[in-house]
């Protein structure tokens, strides 16, 4: 699919790939085990929050090189969540 198409799994594959690291390095860089690494990349899940947050760091992404864009956290009930995360 056309980059704007895709889906923000998609698109953590492509820029895994792109620094040419398998799913295990790059779960270790993101210190999350790389079942949820698998799980996000195949759209189960979205990264959130620290994660997301994470994701930005270690991937040097920015909102404009990638539209990966993180919108202020919001507390729902004893959970921390990410309001739209876009890649």
């Avoid at 390095?25 to 979205?46: C, F, H, M, N, Q």
């Avoid at 930005?56 to 919108?71: A, M, Q, V």
């Amino acid at each position: 699919p056309k980059p704007e198409n895709q889906s923000i799994g998609q698109k953590l594959v492509a820029h895994r790939l792109g620094f040419g690291w398998s799913q295990k390095r790059l779960a270790v860089e993101l210190a999350v085990d790389p079942t949820t690494l698998s799980r996000w990349e195949r759209g189960v899940k979205i990264p959130w929050g620290p994660y997301a947050q994470r994701i930005n760091l270690i991937l040097g992404l920015t909102r404009d090189s990638t539209g990966f864009k993180f919108e202020r956290s919001v507390r729902r009930g004893s959970r921390w969540s990410c309001g739209d995360l876009l890649m």
